[in-house]
């Protein structure tokens, strides 16, 4: 299987803890994104990645969630100290940089992460 | 900033009926437009998109959809839909033109189409 892949698919954490995501992309895309999707709404922008370097973050990024992609390969999403309002699915993408400037490089999209905090 | 609006969070339908979803979407810079479709348990699969030249897109499945700027509007369409085709659809937006390479997507709150035979 050549696509996204993350792990775990599902979380359960009780409030208070810290929880720790993964999110493989596929081989040799250098774009990595991170999205929130909570129940009834669209997937929501959480930040970006070109390889290594994190060049987008969203308000929506607290200061208790932190993601890294040391390597520029695979990427890790952490959030300390969760509260019940994290309980959501996050998603990963990623795509190529080949199409240039004025294109559009496709986003793949992972399976998520369910992370539910209790 | 860019924002998107489906005006039908549910759209019941029977087998063999034609559906639209509907999607509008505010900006006011170019964009690329796209249709992404989630069935349950799995993950987010692009259905079809937007970037330039002909308005009206089509999918692999029978799937279609109509940039319109003047309303700006981008609704999906199929004329004759299957049990297959229920799931979560969501409309989604990114810049286009010279961002148009790398920028973040913004969705849509989805309208979840469930086909009844």
């Known amino acids: 299987d050549t696509g996204v892949s993350q792990d775990p698919r599902h979380k359960i954490t009780k409030r208070g803890q810290n929880v720790t995501f993964r999110c493989d992309p596929i081989?040799?895309?250098?774009?990595l994104y991170w999205y929130r999707q909570t129940l009834g709404q669209g997937p929501e922008f959480l930040t970006y990645f070109q390889n290594e370097a994190q060049l987008e973050k969203s308000r929506l990024l607290s200061d208790r969630f932190s993601a890294e992609r040391p390597k520029g390969s695979f990427s890790t999403l952490e959030i300390q100290r969760t509260e019940q309002g994290d309980s959501a699915m996050y998603l990963c993408?990623?795509?190529?940089?080949?199409?240039?400037?004025?294109?559009?490089?496709?986003?793949?999209f992972g399976p998520g992460t369910r992370l539910t905090v209790l | 900033a860019q924002s998107v609006t489906q005006l039908d969070s549910q759209v019941p339908v029977f087998e063999e009926a034609p559906v639209e979803l509907r999607c509008n979407y505010s900006s006011s810079v170019s964009v690329y437009l796209f249709w992404y479709v989630q069935y349950p348990n799995q993950g987010l699969q692009l259905l079809l998109k937007?970037?330039?030249?002909?308005?009206l897109v089509e999918s692999i499945n029978g799937f279609e959809a109509e940039f319109n700027k003047s309303q700006t509007s981008f609704h999906l369409r199929k004329p004759s839909v299957h049990i297959s085709d229920t799931a979560e659809y969501f409309c989604a937006v990114t810049l286009g033109g010279l961002r148009g390479g790398y920028n973040k997507l913004i969705f849509g709150a989805g309208t979840r189409l469930a086909v009844h035979p």
């Open positions: 993408a990623s795509s190529s940089g080949l199409a240039g400037v004025g294109l559009y490089n496709e986003q793949f």
């Open positions: 937007y970037l330039s030249g002909s308005t």
């Open positions: 081989s040799e895309h250098n774009r």
